[in-house]
Structure formats: C-alpha cells, structure tokens
C-alpha cells in the first residue's frame, strides 16, 4: 500500500462519514455563530480598534469550535472498535494519524474560511484585501491545532469524559498557537502587511512541525489496547 | 518445511498487576481449526488481541506463518494475513456496507473490489442492506457484516473471538456455514468461544485457558459428553 494513498483513504473516509450527518461541521458552525453573536452585541465597538477585537473573537471561536470536531472525529473510531480495522490492515500507523490530520485540517478550513466570513459581516471590515494574509494565518494555526487535536483526541477517546479531557488538554498545549494566531491577525486586519507578521508565522510553522512529529511518533502508542 | 500458522513463545500480557495471559508457548499448524475455551477472565481474548497485533505483549513473542507479529513498518506481510473478528462491529455505523466494505478493501489493495464486494455482501446475506448504515442493521447483520470484512482479503488466518455471541439462528446458520467453508478452504481458524456446541461441531483441536494458562491442548474428542468432561477437567472448579 502506498503510503500516502493510505492517509488519503483515511481521509477520504472521514470526509464520506461527515457527509452523510454534517454532525461535526453543523455543531461547529452553530457555535461559531454563536459565539459571534454574543461578541457582537457585548462589544462596544467605539472604545476598541476593529482589529484587536476582531482578532481576539475569531481565536476564542475557531479553537472553541474545533475542538467539539475534533473529539467527534474519534468518537466514530472508537464506537464498535472500527480503529481496529484500520490497525489491522497493512497500513502504517502513522498514516493513519496523518489520515485524521488531513480530514479534521479539512473541516477546519471550512470552519475557519465560514467564521472569517461571518467576522467580516459582523465587525464590519472589507476581506478581500486581507484574505490571501488572513488565509495563511489560519491555514498555519488550523494545522498546528489539527495535529494537536488529532492527537489528543487519540488519547481522550478512551476516557469515559473524553470531551472534557480533550479541553483540559488541548486548550493549555494550543496556547502558543492561539497567541501567535492573534498576533498575526491583527497587523493583518489592521492593513499592515505580511512581513509584519513574519516572527509569528515561523513560531506557527515551528509548532506545526513538532505538533504533527509528535503526533506521527505517538500515535501508535495511544492505540494499542 | 512451511512454518506454523501460529507460534507463541513465553507471550504474556500483564495489565498493572493482573496477568491477563501467563507466559504462554502454543503452535497452531496451517489449516488447522483450534477452539479456545476456558471461563471469563481466561486469557482468550487477550491471546487474540496479542496475535492480531492490537495489544502490545508485555513479554515473549508471536509468529504467524513465520513473521513476527508486531506494529509498524514492515509489519504488513503478518497483518496481511490475520482476520480478526471480535466483540465488537468493527466497521463504521455511518457508513453502509457497501462503503465499509470498499474502503477496508481499498486499504488492503485488492484488484476488482466492485465484484468482490458485491459477491461478499451477497455471500453473508448482506445484499437488501448494502447501502443502508451498518449502525442500522441487526446484531446478527452486524456479525455478518464484520466477517465479510475479515475474509474480504481472504487472510490466510481467521482470529475468531466470540463470534456467535448474540446471533440469531439464521445468523449463526450464515456463520457457521461460512467457518466450515474457510475451513475446508485450508484456512487456520482460532476461535474463542464459551459455546461448547459449536466448538464441537467446528473445531478439530481445542486449549483450554484458565486464569491466563494454558490447561490443556488436545485433539478434540467426538461426542457431548467428553467435551463437557475434558472441559470440566481442564478449567477446574466447578461454576468457572
């Protein structure tokens, strides 16, 4: 088996699962929507810079958001043992994890591209001129959190409170990643361009590489009984 | 001379302080057809779960067919050849059978998978349910369901762990008929069980396991009666 059309077929199962219910991507988008909504009327938006708060509500929604996917994408793993299938087949463990990764990265996306829609309606800011440098920064952190997230869901899916092990777990860790995610948005929503941002973009990528490493090496790990 | 369809040198499975599976020294000849009894807690399922990989041994080894079992790159000619049926599905309940089915298969490579798929599913009676959700179907649809993902690659070793449990009788009917013909097909077949009935009337060797060892490996007896004696003797106090 190729390996990377074994991650692809892990993938592209997921993907199928998920159409067939939309449970994770519809749970996701109501609480993103939520969320938004709830900042919108709090806020005073004349005493604040557009762009600091629109950052700081767009990273407290998309983690949020993303960790409810995230701990669905392992449920179904889990539920009647189907993960033994995919251990028992001839495919390497760590295609496996980066199968995952790549659905739930997927799913983030959409996520992240639907909320940074919903933010530009509801702070009132053009962006398309931002879109390419705000596309980055939520590419990067989506797949730092993906690799994180995939991974402790890994681990909090055997547990009986799975979903409150995963918050425990995974919003400390993503810390520098959400931080590095507001530094770089907001410069970006503020007109200034990507150079700016340089610093955080590479502290993301770097945390990207460890998060998926640890993952590819961990993964078997956390799967055997 | 072919290597054993099944090798175990001093396996042994500690949970904590528990000894699921005392170390434990078995061989299994290709084709043959090996019944596991022994009561709850014996160690069957872990020895099974030990062979198919998805435990770690705490110590000793396994072979099948003469690779060794374990996790990892390189391990795919061992994997390759086990189908495991367990407990639990198996396979996932948003998905049909159909879609099960064609994407375990998919993992494994195999040429022509539309046929062979449609063959499976109308093989283990599956054929009115392939595009419904497997989380839909009836116990004894899901048992069937699972074993045609198991014998999709035709594995050359079949890791049975309770698979009549819960069937109805047509079920069992499928399920039956089908381990009799992956028998006679040449496969080795290693099936835990606590029904002594079907035991009997399927396998040709038995072990016996009780409290993590192993109690007995003999040639299966003929007849009820020395069955439930031999297993009487082996597993020891009465009402394990």
Redesign the interface.
């Known amino acids: 088996?190729n390996y990377l059309r074994?991650v692809w077929?892990v993938a592209r199962?997921d993907l199928?699962?998920e159409t067939?219910?939309f449970e994770r991507l519809s749970s996701m988008l109501f609480l993103a929507l939520t969320i938004l909504v709830i900042f919108n009327f709090a806020l005073d938006f004349s005493r604040w810079q557009m762009a600091d708060l629109a950052a700081g509500v767009l990273w407290v929604t998309l983690p949020l958001a993303a960790v409810l996917a995230l701990h669905d994408s392992f449920r179904?793993e889990r539920?009647?043992?189907?993960l033994?299938?995919?251990?028992?087949?001839?495919?390497?463990?760590s295609a496996i994890y980066l199968g995952k990764l790549l659905s739930n990265l997927l799913l983030l996306l959409i996520l992240g591209a639907l909320t940074l829609g919903l933010s530009a309606v509801f702070f009132n800011f053009n962006l398309v001129p931002v879109a390419a440098g705000l596309g980055l920064v939520v590419l990067l952190n989506a797949l730092g959190f993906a690799a994180l997230g995939t991974l402790f869901a890994t681990l909090s899916s055997r547990a009986r409170r799975g979903e409150v092990l995963l918050h425990l777990l995974l919003l400390p860790v993503a810390i520098p990643l959400i931080l590095a995610a507001v530094r770089s948005t907001t410069p970006l929503l503020a007109g200034r361009g990507l150079g700016e941002v340089r610093p955080w973009l590479q502290l993301t990528v770097a945390m990207d590489v460890i998060f998926t490493t640890a993952g590819v090496l961990l993964f078997?790990y956390l799967t055997?009984? | 001379m072919m290597p054993p369809a099944v090798r175990t040198r001093a396996l042994s499975k500690r949970y904590g302080a528990r000894v699921a599976l005392a170390p434990l020294d078995l061989e299994v000849a290709a084709g043959e057809f090996l019944a596991l009894v022994g009561p709850n807690g014996a160690g069957k399922s872990t020895l099974l779960l030990l062979l198919a990989a998805l435990a770690r041994p705490s110590d000793g080894q396994a072979w099948l067919f003469g690779h060794p079992v374990e996790r990892g790159p390189g391990s795919s000619a061992g994997r390759r050849a086990v189908g495991y049926v367990g407990h639990p599905l198996i396979a996932y309940r948003a998905l049909s059978p159909r879609q099960n089915l064609e994407f375990f298969g998919r993992l494994y490579g195999l040429p022509g998978l539309e046929a062979l798929v449609d063959a499976s599913l109308a093989r283990f009676g599956l054929a009115e349910q392939a595009d419904d959700p497997a989380g839909s179907l009836s116990r004894g649809q899901q048992q069937r369901l699972s074993l045609a993902r198991a014998l999709l690659h035709e594995p050359p070793l079949l890791l049975l762990d309770e698979p009549f449990n819960s069937l109805d009788s047509e079920a069992t009917g499928v399920l039956s008929g089908a381990l009799r013909q992956a028998s006679r097909a040449g496969r080795t077949v290693l099936m835990a069980t606590h029904d002594l009935d079907r035991a009997r009337e399927l396998a040709g060797q038995v072990a016996v396991l009780r409290r993590g060892h192993l109690a007995l490996r003999a040639e299966a007896p003929a007849g009820a009666q020395a069955w439930a004696s031999l297993y009487r003797r082996a597993a020891g106090e009465a009402g394990e």
């Not at chain 1, 539920?79 to 189907?82: L, W």
């Not at chain 1, 033994?84 to 463990?93: M, T």
């Open positions: 088996m074994g077929l199962k199928l699962s067939r219910t179904a539920e009647d043992q189907a033994w299938g995919l251990l028992l087949a001839p495919l390497d463990e078997g055997e009984e």
